[in-house]
């Protein structure tokens, strides 16, 4: 009389690894799945944080403090270079912006090269500052942090001339 397959201990052990081997692949699927998600929404916010910097830069060229402000926390804070005092609100920060800009004939944020990093973006630039008899550039690696869609912190470091 012939035994069921499975009644053989030999076939059994070999279906139930197939089996554990089978519902591991599938596991590992879904995972990757998970995971392939995960990358994708964190790349998405990275995408979003360095569009919303980019813009910021740009902003900076119509020399317009509510269109420059627009990308600012009301709580940012900004250190204009790693040897100045930071300043805290986004009121006095643009307060003081406007002071500048008032003397300015153009300005311009040139981005060179930008990178996110979750909520942060940092940037390489070049700024330029026309105030009619004195020209300045500056070659700039800004890093910013950014939060529900506004920069909350903005530090900027001088590049050494070389």
């Known amino acids: 009389m012939s035994e069921h397959p499975l009644h053989d201990r030999r076939t059994f052990m070999g279906a139930g690894l197939g089996a554990a081997a ?3 692949m599938l596991d590992s699927t879904k995972a990757d799945a998970a995971h392939h998600e995960e990358e994708n929404e964190f790349a998405a916010v990275e995408k979003a944080n360095e569009k919303i910097v980019n813009e910021f830069c740009a902003a900076w060229a119509t020399m317009d403090t509510e269109k420059i402000g627009e990308h600012m926390a009301d709580d940012c804070v900004f250190r204009m ?12 920060i ?4 406007k002071t500048f800009l008032a003397n ?6 040139e981005v060179l090269r930008s990178h996110a ?3 942060i973006v940092i940037n390489d630039r070049i700024d330029r500052f026309d105030t009619g008899g004195n020209k300045m550039v500056f070659h700039i690696v800004g890093i ?12 900027d470091y001088s590049m050494p001339k070389v």
């Open 22 to 24: 089978l519902m591991t």
């Open 117 to 119: 990093m979750g909520n």
């Open 104 to 109: 300015a004939k153009s300005a311009e944020f």
């Open 94 to 97: 643009l307060g003081g912006t």
């Open 144 to 155: 910013f942090y950014v939060a529900d869609g506004k920069i909350k912190e903005w530090r």
């Open 81 to 92: 270079l790693e040897n100045r005092p930071i300043t805290e609100g986004k009121e006095a």
